[in-house]
């Protein structure tokens, strides 16, 4: 029986956490954040703003780039979790998809989908039926299935991370940067299978993103960091009909705007981080 959920009711809580790396470069500072047990969360932001470290940080991916949680506290479904290994904490449920669609290319996409099941300890015929549903969401991975993953597709291959992630049958995904790289059609894909895996399989999902409008089509709520700091939060709704959020991260704007640079710096600065 899974325990129960965090008396805030979230199923992860991130609090007040601060990230050094190599023992001096400040990268997060006071970053907070709730996701609720069965949402999408989306985490938004700029190239280089934290996002990737905040999904590290949570799943304590940091010490091999010389990275360390100085300061606040990761709980999931009430417990601490950020003195934990990365393999104790998928044992918990929270895996994480990588950025960049990181597969073993040398391995069949099969076999791929397979190292996902490693932690497991319910038997062959349990992992062969998980196996039969990543192929039902997936289903070119299906006809892909002997073919070296390497080999496939940038689309296939992302499939195939996330696919990967599904076989260790976790309660919640830290997803990195899905639509990286990726063309429009297959992006609109993986972000509905995640929004059927959610609804379906009640799989929790942590999404970096920086198609900001495409993640808030599909997310119920969204957090923005920017330098490092959390600036804004809300609800989806919210943020995708924000002024700000807008112009600076959906490029529309009610207004004429002939210097977007100097309008977001200016505006940015002065209404978010003073």
Same mark, same amino acid.
């Given at each position: 029986?899974?325990?129960?959920?965090? %008396?805030?009711?979230?199923?992860?809580?991130?609090?007040?956490?601060?990230?050094?790396?190599?023992?001096?470069?400040?990268?997060?500072?006071?970053?907070?954040?709730?996701?609720?047990?069965?949402?999408?969360?989306?985490?938004?932001?700029?190239?280089?703003?934290?996002?990737?470290?905040?999904?590290?940080?949570?799943?304590?991916?940091?010490?091999?780039?010389?990275?360390?949680?100085?300061?606040? %506290?990761?709980?999931?479904?009430?417990?601490?979790?950020?003195?934990?290994?990365? !393999?104790?904490?998928?044992?918990?449920?929270?895996?994480?998809?990588?950025?960049?669609?990181?597969?073993?290319?040398?391995?069949?996409?099969?076999?791929?989908?397979?190292?996902?099941?490693?932690?497991?300890?319910?038997?062959?015929?349990?992992?062969?039926?998980?196996?039969?549903?990543?192929?039902?969401?997936?289903?070119?991975?299906?006809?892909?299935?002997?073919?070296?993953?390497?080999?496939?597709?940038?689309?296939?291959?992302?499939?195939?991370?996330?696919?990967?992630?599904?076989?260790?049958?976790? !309660?919640?995904?830290?997803?990195?940067?899905? !639509?990286?790289?990726?063309?429009?059609?297959?992006?609109?894909?993986?972000?509905?299978?995640?929004?059927?895996?959610?609804?379906?399989?009640?799989?929790?999902?942590?999404?970096?993103?920086q198609n900001t409008n495409m993640a808030l089509r599909y997310a119920k709520y969204g957090y923005i960091l920017e330098n490092g700091r959390m600036v804004m939060d809300g609800t989806a709704q919210d943020l995708a009909d924000n002024e700000d959020v807008r112009e600076f991260y959906?490029?529309?704007?009610?207004?004429?705007?002939?210097?977007?640079?100097?309008?977001?710096?200016?505006?940015?600065?002065?209404?978010?981080?003073?």
């Amino acid at each position: 029986m899974q325990k129960a959920t965090h %008396s805030n009711g979230a199923m992860l809580t991130v609090n007040n956490i601060e990230v050094i790396y190599d023992h001096v470069i400040l990268v997060l500072k006071g970053v907070s954040l709730d996701v609720p047990e069965g949402g999408i969360v989306a985490l938004l932001g700029a190239n280089g703003a934290g996002k990737t470290t905040t999904l590290k940080a949570i799943s304590n991916l940091l010490g091999a780039e010389r990275g360390i949680v100085t300061k606040g %506290s990761i709980e999931f479904r009430g417990d601490r979790v950020d003195k934990l290994t990365p !393999s104790e904490l998928v044992k918990r449920g929270v895996t994480q998809v990588m950025e960049g669609r990181h597969c073993f290319e040398h391995l069949t996409v099969e076999e791929n989908l397979l190292t996902g099941a490693y932690t497991r300890s319910d038997g062959r015929r349990a992992i062969a039926q998980d196996l039969e549903m990543v192929y039902g969401y997936f289903t070119r991975l299906k006809q892909r299935r002997k073919s070296l993953a390497g080999y496939t597709s940038g689309g296939e291959q992302q499939m195939v991370a996330v696919g990967r992630a599904l076989m260790a049958r976790p !309660s919640m995904i830290l997803l990195d940067e899905p !639509s990286m790289g990726l063309a429009p059609q297959l992006v609109e894909e993986i972000f509905e299978i995640v929004r059927q895996l959610n609804h379906k399989e009640k799989v929790t999902f942590l999404l970096a993103e920086q198609n900001t409008n495409m993640a808030l089509r599909y997310a119920k709520y969204g957090y923005i960091l920017e330098n490092g700091r959390m600036v804004m939060d809300g609800t989806a709704q919210d943020l995708a009909d924000n002024e700000d959020v807008r112009e600076f991260y959906l490029g529309m704007s009610g207004k004429d705007r002939k210097s977007f640079r100097k309008v977001k710096h200016y505006r940015r600065r002065k209404r978010w981080l003073t």
